[in-house]
């Protein structure tokens, strides 16, 4: 498997609050992307990054922000929680985009009540 | 805004049917993949496609992209309950300038296989 690692894995929070979700790899790829997953929407790119200090927005970003400070992690942030944000929050990864697949990780699901 | 449509949302049958999902758009892309997703862990690449009509063989899994390239099946013949999962198709790129590998994903079909 890719060395891919979610942190946290699962998270409740209340409305309101920033969360910081983590995604940590250890290939060394320069693309990182989020996705969040919801039930009948299948994967929804928010951010995504094409290296260091290097992001831009995807699908759907309104409500979420992203910081890339090193190759290896790519930080995701929900200044203020909403209920519409509940959802499991995937990381993927790769090396070249054009002829290698995304890596996905574990996810980290967040419910914000 | 590229958009795919992929059906059936759920299918549920007995071992030794084939089943076949489709994904449909009225965008082209330049690649069209194919994933299955197990509960708890993130989407696993089963095969990507990029020619019109190409077709992919991965042991019983049959997967074909269309001519115009908006559209991809996925073929399953006798299939097991080792098959049981989602399974999202997602398109890549537009047939011109660069994308970064963002990719738009259907809603996914979740297939339930019973012995």
């Known amino acids: 498997d890719a060395g891919i690692t979610q942190s946290p894995r699962h998270k409740v929070t209340e409305t309101g609050t920033p969360v910081t979700l983590r995604c940590h790899q250890t290939?060394?790829?320069?693309?990182m992307y989020w996705y969040r997953q919801d039930p009948g929407h299948g994967l929804r790119l928010i951010h995504y990054?094409?290296?260091?200090?290097?992001?831009d927005k995807g699908e759907v970003s309104d409500g979420y922000s992203v910081s890339r400070s090193k190759t290896e992690d790519f930080l995701l942030t929900l200044e203020s929680a909403t209920s519409s944000q509940t959802s499991v929050y995937f990381c993927?990864?790769?090396?070249?985009?054009?002829?290698?697949?995304?890596?996905f990780g574990n996810g980290t699901r967040l419910t914000v009540t | 805004t590229q958009l795919l449509e992929q059906s059936p949302q759920f299918l549920s049958i007995q071992e030794g049917e084939n089943l076949t999902v489709y994904c449909n758009s009225s965008?082209?892309?330049?690649?069209l993949q194919w994933y299955r997703q197990e509960p708890g862990e993130g989407p696993v690449l089963l095969v990507t496609v990029v020619t019109g009509g190409e077709v992919k063989k991965l042991k019983r899994l049959t997967f074909q992209f269309g001519d115009a390239r908006k559209d991809s099946s996925l073929h399953i013949t006798a299939a097991q309950p080792g098959d049981t999962g989602l399974y999202l198709c997602a398109g890549g790129g537009d047939g011109g300038g660069t994308s970064y590998g963002k990719l738009t994903f259907g809603q996914g079909t979740i297939l339930t296989v019973h012995p």
């Open positions: 290939e060394n790829h320069r693309y």
């Open positions: 965008s082209v892309f330049s690649s």
């Open positions: 990054s094409y290296g260091v200090k290097d992001t």
């Open positions: 993927a990864i790769s090396e070249d985009p054009y002829n290698s697949p995304l890596h």
